[in-house]
């Protein structure tokens, strides 16, 4: 098994993810992320489809809560 980078095990990236308010979906080929009109999908890192790249789940939790920051902004 060859992996790059940090990993996270897929369970613990669904745990973050789900606490931000992601609905995940765990698919043959990675996990399939969706909120309201927001998707994302984070592909599996190795052969044993257990982990996932930290930098890819980072990068879910950052873009979600920027949409959330941008619904709570007033519009002049």
């Known amino acids: 098994m060859s992996v790059e980078g ?5 369970s613990e990236a ?4 789900e606490a931000e308010g992601w609905r995940v979906e765990i698919a043959d080929d990675g996990l399939r992320l969706a909120n309201g009109k927001l998707t994302r999908f984070i ?4 052969s044993l489809t257990s982990l996932v790249n930290r930098g890819d789940t980072d990068d879910a939790l950052w873009t979600l809560r920027r949409a959330k920051s941008a619904r709570k902004r007033p519009t002049p």
């Not at 940090?6 to 897929?10: E, F, T």
């Not at 669904?14 to 993810?17: E, G, K």
């Not at 592909?43 to 190795?46: I, S, T, W």
Request: hydrophobic fraction near 55%.
């Open 6 to 10: 940090v990993c996270l095990l897929a």
């Open 14 to 17: 669904i745990r973050r993810l």
């Open 43 to 46: 592909a599996y890192r190795d």
